[in-house]
């Protein structure tokens, strides 16, 4: 391993600022050649920003890159391609409407002696570097099809192919469960085996412990550290991030059973899901694990009025409830959180406040009339509670880092005050003290006796908090597991859940 | 954003009302200042004032409509044909040609010219949301059937012999102020009033800036894009039925010539975005009233047609250019 | 428009228009409003107004308003309003819509500004004089012409064609009107063909409705172009297919194609109206009514000037005195005069 | 999609070529069938399949160069103007009127004809790109601008007196095509293989798609912007130089009525996407043809001119909701 050797790239004292922000405060960084670099940080700490600031999608208002010692100004992304420089973003979407195979060579198109794009070559290279990788991908299929995940892994795919020299991953496993993540650790280790430097962003601290050989803290656009990872652990680190102590996150009062307050029998949708029948109970936790693709939001967005769903029956608090869309289930007192957060979750063009309140104008409206002072109060409640970071209750949404545009569409369901709420994949992209916030919110939800359902492709999250657990398969329900069972001795029972995630029935 | 922005910040409510506005505020006072150092005597009189308040009406109307559909993420090209519908659907129940003293008292011709407006505005809606068809392509398709609609009815004749109680509306002033002007001015407050209070004027805005978290928040699409559009159809049809009154008769070609371009040019000089989920209507009533100030002006000074016009295009181009530019500093 | 000012300060009562208003300032300060500044027809008008200013400089000075598009009536309302704010000394205004700018004109004479209306009239009293055509009469001539064309060529039964530019107009209508009337009533021999085709003012379409239209119909013998562009349209449809032998073509109002095609015998016959003298006795109308104080009404009880219609053939088409007439434009550089009418 | 999709399948070329594109074929099938049934012997006919061609030509180009432009994320409503442009530079240039046998050979002033063109459409590409104006805004604006400078260079007046040699152009055919659709025929393979098989073609699917991923994956959104519209303006300029050979005289309102709309429908109507990054030429070019083809059909059979223009209207949204409904199946 290359740890002593020259770094590969390094940044100096960069800085840069946003009209009323000031994301990076001089942030100074290297990675080298074989070495997996993590870089951790409260949400909004400037992890994204400063990434693209190293791969010329942002110019820094100050600072110097060095690539192997060598001073170089990275004006476009073109250009940090032409270094070496390759990146999966957090929230970079490839081109929807083109190939897998088009989108590896997306702006590179190889040509023919004619000079028209060649098409074979770009099939079968981008078929081989899928095959390598183990992605179960067609790369002549427009990636509009794809699931998230799958387009997660086809960026990844294609960042591989292209034999950067440094690779950056900003959040990779958000989207993916458990299986593919073994998939694309794997994946890395072979990368970084090949002499390449690696920078690694997650939320996910023991994955860093897993993979990882150094790791620097952000905190508030501010450099604080870096550490060898062997010298360190996950509570310093998280002190380090945080600036306090947290203790086991997932350490959450459970509250004994209430009534049933949703109950769904046999719910069908031909090719998504079977035959689906649970009940959920006020003041409990409901978690939905499945591997990515086997159906959960479909299942979750059928309940919610959101998707139409073929045959099967839906009662809330006993009464049978023909939902025919989200609006009448939010009546019925049924709330969804999405798992997109920007495509689903929120008006990124919009401010704060207009996504907090816009789900419930109705709640604080008399006669068609919207009181403008009710609006603010509850916008500025909500960003304190959650302690939410922006600047204003006015900024627009794209603006803000993903954690804290995640804890915005929390703040518009909480307005809602909705007695069945659905939770899918409410952590993902969000810090460790986001995330105990979060977890704490759910824990106060039940004790008010709300009915929770979590879906969450993060298995010591759902094992953590739920009470329940359903194992999703292929759009089957492999089974429920109480929380004595899959809690033996206060120690989580992985291997179970896992075996029926993948569809292997007891 | 223009609107949405201001109204938190603690300031008077002129600068409240006009934040976000600044740059077209500043491109209507250099036109101003060009056109009465040239020919203040002229430009700046009582009399050409009323002109210029007059002559902006019928758009500054069409353009309250269109905001609420470019807010909504499209755009309403069938605007100039409800105009033209409005006007011959009031013409033919007032007109004195078709029976001696119109078929119906004038008010509830005006009635009906609305509901026809309202009408043409829910098919779109309805196509656009639930055919799914985009907004450009659907209105363009209800522009070439309502067009022809008027011509088939009507015969393409123009329809003459308008009771005076009514072309009498573009002649007659309130408060100084011509009525058809008054009428643009009560309809700008409400269509604020609606954007800004209340929650379909919100419901717009989710719509336009991101339709599926609207659905997933319980906001209708349908009632939404169907108000949005049935809005534009409304004021469109109103501008019609002023634009007639002001013709004097009924002319099936009324609103033929670029009134949807002219709509949308204002709304979007006025900081609209295209891509939806952004307006103001001060923006927008900015906005027309550049517009025919260059034309007015223009004339004034005496400027070649033609040139004239290029400079409104050019003036087009430049107040986006100058708002795009302003607004991301 | 120093004089602008000067006649400001000249406040005549209401119904003043006929009276020597000499103490308006020399050169007179004139407004000419066309109906449309992109367009052939009306640029002869222009060309007519600026003719007389060119020839009596002392008298007159002209300035050229106008929306650029005829169908915006909204805007030609508009500038009228304009205009007269702008108080000149007198107006020349072509109107394309028969009400909307009575209120305007109305506004004007009641300032005692003499308004002298071109081609289209208006529904008010209150205005100097009208120099136009008789639509009618000449939609009329046009079917005594096409017949003499068709049955020049032998064809003395078959389908009569129209072809129009859009619809909706009060001109257009007239001429049509005109035409119909007098083959239906006059020249029963000729089937009318029942739908009247419009090509929108698009040389383009009225190609291709005519190359449908006479696919289907081999019957047909005669074709009326309602104006310059449907004319255009359909002679030169009969000059691409040489289908001269078969089928007369007449039209309303020139351009150069038609000239060619009339040359060429594609063409019978193109009624024109005289837009040059629109322009030129319209100003001078309104000099003389202004600085001379001439009555109108004495000479002309309804205030109406025919300006006539001329029916253009192979025959006179090459008749010096009518070049200018045909086309216009030959006064501005020079390259022909004309005899002006002596109207009044 | 119907483009992207159909490369990848393995099939026979024809079906290749068609599949996606499956619904208006129907479209224009039953059309073939309804007109062929009332008045086959002349709608059939080679003399009326030659004029359907030769009038579809000029639409057909000119939705060549909107395509892209569709696909790359906008719109160039300045389509028309330009063949108006065209139209009067290259009358200009030849013109006996101006100077005796013209001012420059016919060859000449075609070309410089598309460079006026491609200039135009160089001069919408920077807007969009650089100004950062909605292509809609811009390409009015431009619209507006090229209208006027038409009418203002040459004085609104028509030039005649065109060379034979120019104008004959419209009335040849080549292998029994009239050469107008002949042209257009060899500008949509062109266009296909160039959308198909070069990175620039790529590169505009990628931009209409995603502009950000494009710009991120290093691809020039400028030099992608500028050439599609350029694309745009240099197949307008083409359309205007054939109009103008079929019109034999430079006419300055040359392309004023409605070309983009039609251009657009056209494209619509083959499968292009108003949101972009998704369009195709076998698409636009049926697309074209249909449009076409109702109203060639409907003359023939003697239709009302107004309900004749409701039908395309019509059809219009018709092909549209037909086409989304199919596709997502
Ligand atoms: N385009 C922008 N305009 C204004 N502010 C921005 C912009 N992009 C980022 N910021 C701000 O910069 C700060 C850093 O954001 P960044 O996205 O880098 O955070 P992050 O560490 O990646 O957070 P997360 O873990 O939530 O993704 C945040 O406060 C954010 O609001
Ligand atoms: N746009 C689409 N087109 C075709 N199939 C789709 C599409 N979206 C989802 N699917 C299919 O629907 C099924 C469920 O997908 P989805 O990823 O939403 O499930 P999930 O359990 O919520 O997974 P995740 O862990 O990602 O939340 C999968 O088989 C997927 O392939
Ligand atoms: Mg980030
Ligand atoms: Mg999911």
């Known amino acids: 391993m290359g740890i002593e050797s020259n770094p590969i790239i390094r940044l100096n004292n960069i800085v840069k600022e946003f009209p009323g922000v ?34 010329g999608v942002h110019e820094p208002t100050s600072g110097e890159i060095y690539l192997n010692g060598v001073q170089q100004r990275v004006k476009d992304p073109q250009q940090a391609r032409e270094l070496g420089l390759g990146a999966v973003y957090q929230d970079v979407n ?42 179960n991908v067609d790369a002549k299929d427009t990636v509009r099809h794809l699931t998230i995940g799958q387009q997660e892994m086809v960026c990844i795919a294609r960042t591989v192919h292209e034999k950067a020299k440094v690779i950056i991953f900003d959040e990779p496993t958000a989207l993916l469960a458990n299986e593919e993540v073994g998939i694309l650790f794997d994946l890395i280790h072979r990368i970084k085996d090949m002499g390449v430097g690696i920078i690694y962003i997650s939320h996910r601290l023991e994955e860093i412990f897993q ?11 501010a450099y604080v550290e870096t550490l060898n990872v062997k010298d360190t652990n996950q509570d310093d680190l998280v002190k380090l991030m945080v600036g306090r102590d947290l203790t086991n996150m997932y350490d959450i009062e459970h509250f004994p059973k209430g009534e049933c307050a949703l109950k769904v029998e046999n719910l069908t949708s031909k090719g998504v899901f079977e035959n689906i029948s649970f009940e959920a109970y006020k003041g409990q936790i409901l978690g939905m694990f499945g591997l990515v693709g086997a159906g959960r939001t479909e299942i979750c967005k059928a309940i919610f009025g959101a998707d139409k769903f073929d045959s099967g029956k839906v009662f809330i ?25 920007k495509k689903e979750g929120l008006c990124l063009g919009l401010s704060v406040d207009f996504n907090t309140n816009m789900a419930s104008y109705d709640l604080i409206s008399k006669c068609c009339w919207i009181n403008l002072k009710k609006e603010h109060e509850r916008t500025r409640h909500y960003i304190k509670e959650m302690e939410t970071k922006t600047p204003s209750i006015k900024q627009l949404c794209k603006n803000l880092s993903g954690g ?32 105990a916030e979060i977890y704490k919110l759910i824990e106060q939800l039940t004790r008010q006796g709300k009915c929770i359902i979590l879906i969450s492709s993060y298995l010591p999250e759902i094992m953590g908090l739920a009470d329940e657990m359903m194992v999703i398969s292929e759009g089957k329900l492999m089974g429920t597991l109480d929380r004595s069972e899959f809690m033996k001795d206060g120690k989580l029972d992985e291997e179970r859940a896992l075996r029926l995630a993948s569809g292997i029935s007891e | 954003m223009s609107e949405e922005k201001s109204k938190t910040t603690g300031k008077s409510l002129t600068s409240k009302l006009f934040s976000g506005v600044g740059p077209i505020l500043l491109i209507l006072i250099a036109l101003f200042v060009v056109f009465s150092v040239i020919r203040g005597d002229v430009f700046l009189s009582g009399d050409n004032i009323q002109d210029l308040l007059l002559s902006t009406a019928v758009n500054g109307i069409t353009a309250l409509g ?22 011959m659907v009031v013409s033919y129940f007032t007109s004195g040609q078709i029976a001696e003293g119109g078929l119906v008292p004038v008010f509830v011709a005006m009635l009906i010219a609305v509901v026809v407006g309202a009408l043409i505005g829910f098919i779109n809606g309805i196509l656009i949301n639930d055919g799914g068809l985009p907004p450009f392509i659907a209105t363009i398709g209800m522009q070439i059937i309502i067009r022809q609609s008027i011509n088939l009815i009507f015969e393409a004749r123009i329809i003459a012999q308008l009771p005076t109680e009514f072309t009498d509306i573009a002649l007659n002033t309130v408060f100084g102020i011509p009525v058809m002007a008054f009428v643009w001015f009560v309809l700008a407050i409400i269509t604020w009033l609606m954007i800004k209070f209340t929650p379909f004027g919100r419901n717009i805005f989710a719509v336009g800036s991101n339709a599926e978290t609207a659905r997933l928040s319980g906001i209708s699409l349908r009632a939404t894009r169907c108000g949005a559009w049935m809005y534009s159809g409304v004021m469109s049809a109103i501008a019609g039925i002023l634009l007639c009154a002001r013709l004097g008769n009924g002319i099936p070609s009324t609103g033929s010539e670029n009134y949807e371009f002219m709509a949308i040019a204002s709304s979007v000089v006025g900081g609209a975005s295209m891509s939806g989920g952004e307006g103001s209507v001060i923006g927008t009533f900015i906005g027309a009233i550049i517009l025919q100030t260059i034309r007015n002006g223009g004339i004034i000074i005496g400027m070649n047609a033609h040139l004239l016009e290029m400079i409104v295009g050019a003036i087009i181009i430049i107040a986006v250019l100058f708002d795009k530019n302003s607004g991301s500093n | 428009e120093e004089s602008a000012s000067a006649s400001a300060s000249a406040s005549e009562p209401a119904g003043s228009d006929n009276q020597g208003g000499s103490d308006a300032e020399l050169p007179l300060d004139v407004v000419v409003q066309v109906k449309a500044t992109e367009s052939d027809f009306w640029q002869y008008m222009i060309v007519g107004a600026e003719q007389y200013a060119k020839d009596y400089p002392d008298r007159v000075k002209v300035t050229i308003q106008g929306p650029t598009k005829e169908l915006d009536y909204d805007k030609a309302v508009s500038l009228l309003e304009q205009v007269v704010a702008n108080k000149p000394d007198a107006i020349v205004l072509a109107s394309s819509s028969s009400d909307a700018t009575v209120p305007a004109v109305e506004d004007a004479m009641d300032q005692g500004i003499p308004v002298v209306l071109a081609d289209n009239m208006l529904n008010t009293e209150k205005y100097t004089a009208f120099l136009a055509t008789d639509n009618i009469a000449g939609g009329a001539l046009a079917a005594d012409a096409l017949v003499e064309g068709m049955e020049a060529k032998g064809k003395t039964s078959g389908k009569v064609l129209v072809v129009s530019s859009s619809a909706g107009s009060l001109v257009m209508e007239a001429r049509i009107k005109g035409f119909t009337e007098q083959m239906k009533n006059k020249y029963t021999q000729y089937e009318m063909y029942p739908e009247i085709l419009y090509c929108e003012n698009d040389v383009a379409k009225a190609l291709d409705v005519c190359a449908q239209t006479f696919s289907a119909n081999k019957d047909i013998v005669g074709v009326f172009g309602g104006n310059n562009m449907s004319g255009n349209g359909a002679s030169r449809y009969i000059a691409q297919e040489k289908l001269a032998d078969e089928v007369t073509c007449v039209c309303y109002d020139s351009d150069p194609e038609e000239i060619k095609n009339l040359r060429n015998g594609d063409l019978y016959a193109m009624i024109i109206q005289d837009p040059a003298g629109f322009g030129y006795k319209g100003v001078d109308m309104a000099y003389k009514v202004v600085a001379e104080g001439y009555d109108v009404e004495a000479n002309f009880p309804d205030k109406y000037i ?18 200018a007439l045909i086309d216009p434009t030959l006064l501005k550089d020079g390259k022909a005069t004309r005899e002006w009418p002596t109207y009044f």
Not at chain 1, 407 to 429: H, N, Q, S, Y
């Open chain 1, 22 to 55: 000031r994301a990076l405060k001089g942030v100074t960084f290297d990675v080298r050649p074989g070495e997996i670099h993590a870089l951790v940080g409260e949400n909004g700490a400037g992890k994204s920003t400063l990434i693209k600031c190293m791969m």
């Open chain 1, 94 to 135: 490839l081109a929807q409407s083109l190939t897998v195979g088009e989108n590896f060579f997306i702006g590179n198109l190889p040509k023919t002696k004619w000079g028209t794009v060649n098409w074979k070559y770009i099939y079968k290279e981008a078929q081989k570097t899928l095959d390598e990788l183990k992605i």
């Open chain 1, 211 to 221: 993979i990882c050989d150094r790791v620097t803290v952000l905190k508030d656009g």
């Open chain 1, 317 to 341: 608090n006993g009464k049978e409830e023909h939902i025919k869309n989200p609006r009448s289930a939010m009546k019925k007192g049924v709330a969804l959180l999405p798992e997109d957060r």
């Open chain 1, 404 to 435: 804290n545009q995640q804890k915005v569409v929390i703040g518009k369901w909480l307005c809602r005050d909705a007695d069945v709420m659905i939770f899918d994949e409410p952590t993902v992209g969000v810090d460790v003290g986001a995330k």
């Open chain 2, 66 to 87: 269109m905001t609420c559909c470019i807010i909504c993420g499209g755009v309403d090209l069938a605007a100039g044909s409800t105009i033209g519908m409005a006007a």
């Open chain 3, 306 to 323: 025919d300006t006539g219609c001329t029916k253009i053939t192979a025959e006179n088409i090459d008749a010096p005195e009518l070049q």
